[in-house]
């Protein structure tokens, strides 16, 4: 692997990373515990808590088990109900509703949501600590010291790792797993023994446990273990006749072909091997993470049963337009205005040096470029569009990638380090601005937080997390009459949230006399009904009137008296 610099943290640098590391644990703990339940964790959790409470998988297969398995683990030391027995679990149909009203019950009936909650994230933050490790070790064996404290730093400050690392879903934890995969296999290949293989395999196993989207792993190793063994196998070849003084001749360049090509031939079968055994070693893992099923193909019918509950007619909101089917350019807009400016910039930065520089060590970027593209295309092309976060797992790729431009070549120029220095000021002020609603954060591209509903919908700006701060927010201002339009599948009332229900199709002009707190996902959605219907005519109040406030960048208030807009 390449390393530009001496891999050895000095004592600073051991107590810098220290503190990013605190800092990338602590930070969502003080968060978490005043944010109500997101929309998937209502679901994830309470059913990972069935998988270890009676070792049967049924509740929510279309996600695979293992990251719902280690976020219920420290509720079996909690006194909690099971609400279901055995028996009566093996005979739930697989109607998606279920799932949702039984996590519902278990969280809200008989039990402390929030104690619930808070323990089922804990496990999600150290799947999140450990990937922060991850990329900040794998950065320093390629590019050094500096590049390590530099990866390790913008990922413990990232507004969408910091929102989703505190939450019981899939997203942060398959990053994890995949990350780590990958970086076991780089390092097999760079010194093939059984133990590498065989760790491979296993991570490769917990990779496709966390999330379906690793079958797109399985390409990505074939791909890559073929293309190392082709390019390793030429480069010996290569270097023992060069070693031997065999050049310049006719018939040393015959010689050097000839043995490049039986090399390749063997190099390529191994390699061919090795991905057949990683994968045969992969398998037992999933036996295990479902509990050892007799449904051989329970794996196949989880992965048949993505988004089987999504509405085939569903509009799909972007840029204040709505449309069945979404947009290929959605993941794009989306990371674009939902990653801070200075990591932007950082990143250009890095192509930059990418393709200045030299190829050869081209296998190493290889593991970083394949991925991240190839989960950006992947999501962009088969993924629904409700949200940044689907490209997490290519955060990781992204941020070792960037850290190339902490190598000393760009550390050596004063001008650099000073620039360097005002982005990750930036950096870190836009990550402090946002506290503690990161998961809502945009950047100036599209005019702040403020703005984020005229841009994205669903988890980019309001996953039902703001129902404890809501609450907070009528402690201090009662409001008696007042409507709600909830975006989550919690129960307002738990928090004492008593405001009539309606949904963002029922907010059309005029609109209705009181209070109306609107989550960020109905006020853009009302936004793109009322552009469609009346397009910017004063009958569009929504699109033309500020709110009177705006709680936990997830609800906007309302204040409406005789049907005038205070």
């Not at 079968?269 to 090795?274: M, T």
């Not at 999501?379 to 902490?406: E, K, W």
């Not at 404890?468 to 129960?491: E, H, M, T, W």
């Amino acid at each position: 692997m390449i390393n530009s610099e001496s891999s050895g943290l000095s004592s600073i640098g051991w107590a810098v990373r220290g503190v990013l590391l605190v800092s990338t644990f602590l930070v969502p703990v003080l968060i978490m515990k005043d944010k109500s339940a997101t929309y998937d964790e209502v679901a994830h959790l309470p059913a990972g808590y069935t998988y270890l409470a009676t070792g049967i998988i049924k509740l929510n297969q279309k996600h695979p088990p293992l990251i719902k398995e280690i976020c219920a683990f420290p509720l079996l030391f909690l006194d909690l109900k099971l609400l279901v027995d055995r028996k009566s679990l093996r005979g739930i149909n697989t109607d998606p509703a279920y799932e949702w009203n039984y996590g519902r019950d278990f969280l809200y009936r008989d039990h402390d949501a929030d104690r619930i909650l808070f323990w089922g994230r804990v496990p999600a933050l150290l799947l999140s600590l450990s990937l922060a490790i991850l990329v900040s070790v794998w950065s320093g064996r390629l590019w050094g010291q500096r590049a390590s404290l530099l990866a390790l730093f913008l990922y413990s400050f990232d507004p969408t790792i910091t929102a989703h690392a505190q939450l019981v879903a899939t997203d942060v934890g398959f990053a994890f797993f995949a990350t780590l995969f990958l970086f076991l296999l780089r390092r097999y290949l760079e010194n093939p023994s059984p133990k590498g293989l065989v760790l491979s395999g296993l991570s490769l196993g917990l990779a496709l446990g966390a999330k379906f989207s690793a079958v797109m792993l399985i390409p990505m190793m074939v791909v890559l273990v073929i293309v190392a063994a082709w390019k390793q196998g030429s480069d010996a070849i290569g270097n023992t006749v060069i070693n031997r003084g065999l050049v310049s001749t006719e018939r040393t360049v015959k010689l050097t072909n000839l043995l490049r090509e039986r090399s390749r031939s063997k190099r390529m079968i191994s390699a061919l091997a090795a991905t057949g055994l990683m994968m045969s070693l992969a398998l037992p893992v999933l036996w295990l993470l479902y509990v050892f099923p007799t449904d051989p193909l329970i794996y196949l019918k989880g992965l048949k049963a993505v988004n089987r509950d999504h509405d085939p007619n569903f509009l799909y909101y972007l840029m204040g337009e709505l449309k069945p089917g979404g947009w290929r350019t959605y993941f794009l807009i989306a990371w674009l205005v939902k990653t801070p400016i200075p990591s932007l910039l950082l990143l250009a930065a890095a192509i930059l040096l990418f393709f200045r520089g030299t190829r050869a060590f081209w296998l190493d970027e290889a593991f970083l470029v394949v991925p991240a593209i190839s989960f950006f295309i992947g999501y962009s092309l088969g993924a629904d569009n409700l949200g940044v976060r689907y490209l997490i797992p290519c955060f990781p790729f992204i941020f070792i990638f960037t850290a190339r431009v902490a190598t000393r070549f760009v550390a050596a120029r004063r001008g650099m380090r000073a620039v360097v220095a005002i982005l990750l000021g930036w950096y870190l002020i836009e990550f402090v601005a946002i506290y503690p609603d990161h998961l809502s954060y945009f950047n100036q591209i599209a005019g702040g937080s403020r703005k984020g509903p005229e841009w994205l919908d669903d988890s980019n700006v309001d996953w039902g997390q703001g129902l404890i701060q809501l609450r907070n927010y009528l402690q201090k201002n009662p409001a008696k009459d007042y409507r709600l339009c909830y975006f989550g599948s919690g129960i307002p009332k738990y928090y004492g949230i008593t405001g009539r229900r309606f949904d963002d199709f029922s907010i059309l002009s005029p609109p209705p006399k009181g209070t109306i707190f609107m989550s960020a996902h109905c006020v853009a959605r009302a936004r793109a009904i009322m552009n469609s219907l009346y397009g910017s005519g004063p009958e569009n109040w929504i699109s033309h009137t500020p709110p009177k406030t705006i709680v936990g960048h997830a609800y906007y208030v309302y204040e409406i008296r005789d049907g005038v807009l205070q």
